[in-house]
Nanobody, 115 residues
């Protein structure tokens, strides 16, 4: 299982970024997937999840109305559209999935929001 996030960067508060996560090594469309993040000096935090067909999405309260998760199973890719970014969104963002009895974390992408 390989997951590679990309699309992070430095943005001013109020700005937008769209993260992508490409998956390989498993049948992407058969698994729910999620975005998690870890801010400096803090533990990991679940941000958003999406079911196999994209029919259901969930978000942590702090990002509701600002972030949108989506997926393209034909491209084995997960997305996270982030709008109205806040300094507290600064973190490394990871995509994750459960497979083979374990939770798999991919390589993350850094998002930094300046005030």
């Amino acid at each position: 299982v390989q997951l590679q996030a990309s699309g992070g960067g430095l943005v001013q508060a109020g700005g937008s970024l769209k993260l992508s996560c490409t998956a390989s090594g498993f049948t992407f469309g058969s698994l729910d997937v999620s975005w998690n993040r870890q801010a400096p000096g803090k533990g990991p935090e679940w941000v958003s999840g999406i079911t196999t067909d994209g029919g259901r999405t969930d978000y942590v309260d702090s990002v509701k109305g600002r972030f949108a998760i989506s997926r393209d199973n034909a491209k084995n890719t997960l997305y996270l559209q982030m709008n109205d970014l806040k300094p507290e969104d600064t973190a490394v963002y990871y995509c994750t999935t459960g497979y083979g009895g374990a939770i798999h974390w991919g390589k993350g992408t850094q998002v930094t929001v300046s005030s």
